[in-house]
């Protein structure tokens, strides 16, 4: 055996260590505790075993206090670790992309699952979420794609974003009464997850929190939810029914869009609104009632429910086929002068402002604030925002085109990620760095003029916009084909950042 200090080997009968002195109570405590092929660590600081393809099953050392950030990241040979209860603190993406680890356990002391921490283990079927574990970070266990169960523990009140996303084995979830908010994406494309109990706890779903959960068929929602936000159940095309209860106040745009199984919907008295695309392309839907508390529907709301024969409004029933019957009903309620356009504006329209087509004008980019917007075309972005933070229009697939004011000096990681249908973009003179992934999949996108003050370009800012024919930037053109060119002209290195 090693010694678990020192490394140094030590025969079985060995009272003490040669090397360092380590008691020999101490190594026998911890040769009983270690299997026999295990390798000891004394120590995981940060990117220390980054990449290191011959460990396969580990032991952290007691004593040891923290994992670094991406201390194991792209060990794809490992397949077992032991975290001691000296440990308290584990960093970001430590284990990230563990391809073939399969069990760990989690000390008692251990009080965050930090970002990214286990995202892409692919071959991880459990975990053990401790009861000391008060936060669950963003993407911890994304793309953990073998996770069947999940059990929240009592003592986490806190589920970042995206931290179940893309765990297409799960199909069982079990969130404690402690949480109070399910965060945007949180268990988005779980396709094999059939059914879901939200506590009472929660009164907040967040954008996107179920999304694509194909095989999800009933969803119970507490009576403390006040938000079911943007796209929270988008594509759940075997939910059959839900009911909204008395205390949710808003619904946003498209959260039950393409549920296609979605027989009916009971939807509180406490509902003012109903957004864009709330239940559009829901083909099963036959029958609804809408409150009288119901003042705003917007005019494609129910596009292509064919099948709605029953939406009852104030004691008369419209169908599919008088939809806008029901519009024109709601917007003569007494309480809004009309049925809400798609085209309502954030702000008002500047000179920059397409003057031939609707727009619409937004005051703010924030993070993730218009991510997922359907309702987003041509947009301008009002004179005084000074960036357009990480993920702020990220999978808006509709919009087309996008101004930008000379206020702006940065644009952040993943802005613009996946806006398929955005295809040309102007940035202003006050530009100065472009994020990593800002523009990544914008399929459509064939030019984009880069001005002079653009200093930075982050990694993979432009990955998969094959359409990309003309890229102006300091008197050059660039394309799709020579983007490595163009980043190492403006970094000035070949170093991306």
Same mark, same amino acid.
């Given at each position: 055996?090693n ?5 140094a ?7 003490f ?6 008691p020999?109570?101490?190594? +026998? ?10 390798t000891v660590? +004394?120590?995981?600081?940060e ?8 460990l396969v099953?580990v ?5 040891? %206090? ?7 990241? @792209?060990?794809?040979?490992?397949? #077992?670790?032991s ?8 960093g970001?993406? &430590?284990f990230?992309?563990?391809? @073939? ?6 000390? /008692?002391s ?32 994304s793309?953990?794609?073998s ?7 009592d ?8 931290a179940?996303?893309?765990? %297409?084995?799960?199909?069982s979830?079990?969130?404690? /009464? ?12 779980c396709? !094999?997850?059939? !059914? ?10 967040g ?18 939810m006040?938000?079911i936000g ?23 745009d ?7 199984s ?7 008295n406490?509902?003012?609104k ?7 392309g ?17 005019? /494609?709301?129910?596009?292509?429910? %064919?099948n ?7 004691g008369?029933t419209y169908s599919?086929d008088?939809i806008?019957?029901?519009? #024109?009903a709601? #917007?003569? @309620?007494?309480?809004n ?11 008002a329209?500047?000179?920059? &402002?397409?003057?031939?087509e ?12 218009h ?7 041509n ?6 925002v000074?960036?357009?933070?990480p993920?702020?229009f990220? !999978?808006c697939?509709c ?16 802005a ?6 955005l295809? !040309?973009? +102007?940035?202003?003179d006050? &530009?100065t760095?472009?994020?990593a992934? &800002? ?23 432009f ?5 990309l024919k /003309? ?15 163009l ?8 170093n991306?950042k």
């Amino acid at each position: 055996m090693n010694c678990p200090k020192c490394k140094a080997e030590i025969s079985d009968d060995a009272r003490f260590c040669s090397i360092c002195g380590k008691p020999a109570e101490e190594l +026998n405590e911890t040769k009983d505790n270690i299997p026999s092929n295990a390798t000891v660590l +004394n120590s995981a600081g940060e990117e220390e075993y980054k990449g290191i393809t011959d460990l396969v099953d580990v032991v952290i050392a007691d004593g040891v %206090t923290e994992i670094g950030e991406s201390a194991f990241e @792209s060990c794809t040979n490992l397949t #077992s670790i032991s975290i001691p209860n000296s440990v308290t603190n584990i960093g970001w993406n &430590a284990f990230s992309e563990c391809t @073939s680890l399969t069990s760990i356990n989690i000390s /008692n002391s251990v009080t965050e699952i930090g970002h990214g921490v286990f995202k892409g283990c692919t071959s991880l079927t459990s975990i053990n979420i401790p009861n000391s574990v008060t936060a669950i970070g963003e993407s911890a266990f994304s793309e953990c794609t073998s996770l069947t169960s999940i059990i929240i523990p009592d003592s986490a009140t806190y589920i970042d974003n995206s931290a179940f996303y893309g765990c %297409t084995s799960l199909t069982s979830v079990t969130i404690s /009464n402690s949480v109070t908010e399910i965060f945007r994406s949180t268990f988005e494309g779980c396709t !094999s997850l059939t !059914s879901i109990i939200i506590p009472d706890s929660v009164t907040e779903i967040g954008v996107g929190a179920f999304e694509g959960c194909t095989s999800l068929t009933s969803a119970t929602i507490s009576n403390s939810m006040t938000k079911i936000g943007r796209s929270a159940f988008r594509g759940c095309e075997n939910l059959i029914s839900i009911s909204i209860p008395d205390s949710v106040t808003e619904i946003g745009d498209s959260a039950f869009k393409d549920c296609k199984s979605l027989t009916s919907v009971t939807i509180s008295n406490s509902v003012t609104k109903i957004d864009v695309w709330t239940f559009n392309g829901c083909t099963s839907l036959t029958s609804i009632n809408i409150p009288d508390s119901v003042t705003e529907i917007s005019r /494609n709301a129910f596009d292509g429910c %064919t099948n709605l024969k029953n939406a009852a409004y104030k004691g008369k029933t419209y169908s599919y086929d008088n939809i806008d019957e029901l519009y #024109s009903a709601v #917007s003569n @309620s007494g309480n809004n002068a009309s049925t809400f356009d798609d085209t309502v504006k954030d702000g008002a329209a500047t000179d920059n &402002a397409p003057s031939d087509e609707n727009v619409i004008v937004l005051n703010s980019a924030g993070w993730y604030e218009h991510q997922k917007r359907n309702d987003l075309v041509n947009v301008v972005i009002a004179d005084g925002v000074t960036k357009i933070a990480p993920n702020a229009f990220q !999978s808006c697939t509709c919009l087309t085109s996008i101004t930008i004011p000379n206020s702006v000096t940065r644009i952040w990681f993943r802005a613009f990620e996946g806006c398929t249908s955005l295809t !040309s973009v +102007n940035l202003p003179d006050s &530009a100065t760095r472009i994020g990593a992934y &800002a523009f990544k999949d914008c399929t459509s996108l064939t030019s984009i003029n880069l001005p002079d003050s653009v200093t930075e370009i982050g990694e993979s800012a432009f990955d998969g916009c094959a359409s990309l024919k /003309n890229i102006t930037c300091k008197g050059k053109t660039y394309s799709y084909d020579n983007i490595d060119e163009l980043y190492r002209a403006v970094n000035n290195n070949d170093n991306l950042k």
